[in-house]
């Protein structure tokens, strides 16, 4: 069974930085493993639906970010743990959220159905 495991979260104020990590466990189905697959990092505020905000493509190739946090995230992977970690700078209240990880075959942030095997979340808050 796939699985993973959010966490990180917490509270900082505004400028301050936070670092999420996603634990991936059970992605051996059918043959694929964890380098078979995109992880995306979404984020969902209170009243509001679930936004793709990063992702890491399979095997860690390459990374995409929507223009919110350009330039403040960062995303990273570290195969051999089966670990993504995500670094988060500079940032704003606007940023509060709770926080998932999604595994996917593509990175196709505006496409949140394709991902699956969330976790239960992390909450971020950034106090003003």
């Known amino acids: 069974e796939v699985q993973l495991v959010e966490s990180g979260g917490g509270l900082v104020q505004a400028g301050g930085s936070l670092r999420l990590s996603c634990a991936a466990s059970g992605l051996t189905l059918g043959g694929f493993h964890f380098d078979d697959y ?5 984020r969902q505020a ?4 679930r936004e793709g905000v990063s992702c890491i ?4 190739g390459s990374t995409h970010y929507i223009d919110a946090v350009k330039g403040r995230f960062t995303v990273s992977s570290d195969s051999a743990k089966n670990m993504v970690y995500r670094q988060m700078d500079s940032l704003k209240p606007e940023d509060t959220a709770v926080y998932y990880c999604g595994a996917a075959r593509l990175c196709r942030l505006g496409q949140t159905a394709l991902f699956g095997a969330w976790g239960q979340g992390t909450q971020v808050t950034v106090s003003s």
């Open 57 to 60: 493509s399979n095997g860690g």
């Open 46 to 49: 209170p009243g509001k639906g």
């Open 38 to 42: 995109a992880i995306g990092w979404f």
